[in-house]
């Protein structure tokens, strides 16, 4: 698939979650054949002919300036890491850019991170590449995830694990937020370089298998997450809320640590510790009698 290939399927896919409405046009009548703006509706609200958005959408054209794509990005109401992603994709056709965020697929966990780690025992934390791959994890980041680790090595996937692990399937509530997100972070991570060889082996293997990955895939949503909430239906631990924070580590070729904690004294903390034998419950406040 060519670059220019990939921009214009981006651009389709944007085009069709967009409705007139939302666009800023009239919602017309008759019955409309697709989903979304119509070529030639997005075409006048970028300012561009019909037959130039046209040919940008099939591949055919492979130039597009700055100036149009910030035009189509405004009309297609993007923002942040989508918009980023259409930027990307248009210097990548034009021959712009070619690089590759995610570097060359070589990654070491440098002993420092794992000490770190360690030391953030009783918090569940890991460290995982751009594409998700897991790389190293403390014990209570390792009981997290069930059954992930059972896998070999070059297998152990989060991505993967959500879709194709029995465990991964039920681990999350609700699956399909959790699921959309996983999918969303690879869209932007792979937006510099979508023809990067893991990428392309991981979502490759993923369209094979899983009818909700290759449904989330077409979806084409492109979020780069920082942080947020989980919760967790966990087989041993039970039910329990944790909040994440995803640090980047520097020269590390985009290796990011995923720590998870709960709020102090809370049942999801209580639930939390059982991950790690090692871990002192908390005590309840006593107070001293004078």
Request: glycine share 8%; hydrophobic share 35%; net charge positive.
């Amino acid at each position: 698939m060519t670059h220019a290939t990939e921009l214009g399927r981006y651009l389709r896919a944007r085009r069709a979650r967009i409705s007139p409405q939302e666009a800023g046009l009239p919602a017309g009548t008759g019955i409309r054949r697709t989903p979304g703006l119509r070529r030639e509706e997005l075409a006048t609200l970028a300012g561009v002919s019909v037959d130039y958005y046209t040919r940008l959408e099939r591949g055919r054209e492979t130039n597009p300036s700055p100036a149009v794509i910030d035009a189509l990005g405004r009309a297609l109401r993007l923002c942040g890491d989508a918009h980023e992603r259409l930027q990307d994709l248009a210097d990548l056709a034009s021959g712009r850019q070619d690089r590759s965020r995610a570097g060359t697929g070589q990654y070491t966990v440098r002993p420092s991170v794992q000490r770190m780690l360690d030391a953030l025992r009783p918090l569940p934390a890991y460290v995982v590449t751009p594409f998700n791959d897991l790389l190293a994890a403390n014990l209570p980041g390792r009981r997290l995830l069930p059954g992930l680790w059972d896998w070999p090595a070059e297998q152990r996937n989060v991505t993967r694990y959500l879709f194709l692990h029995p465990e991964g399937r039920t681990l999350y509530e609700p699956w399909e937020e959790t699921v959309s997100m996983s999918v969303a972070h690879l869209r932007a991570v792979g937006g510099a370089d979508p023809d990067a060889p893991r990428l392309a082996a991981l979502v490759g293997e993923l369209l094979l298998k899983s009818p909700d990955f290759a449904r989330l895939w077409e979806r084409y949503d492109v979020k780069e997450r920082s942080g947020g909430r989980k919760t967790f239906a966990h087989p041993k631990a039970g039910r329990m809320t944790l909040t994440f924070e995803v640090m980047k580590l520097s020269g590390s070729g985009g290796l990011r640590l995923v720590a998870y904690q709960a709020e102090p004294g809370s049942a999801d903390e209580a639930a939390m510790l059982t991950l790690d034998p090692a871990a002192r419950m908390p005590q309840p406040e006593t107070h001293e009698t004078v």
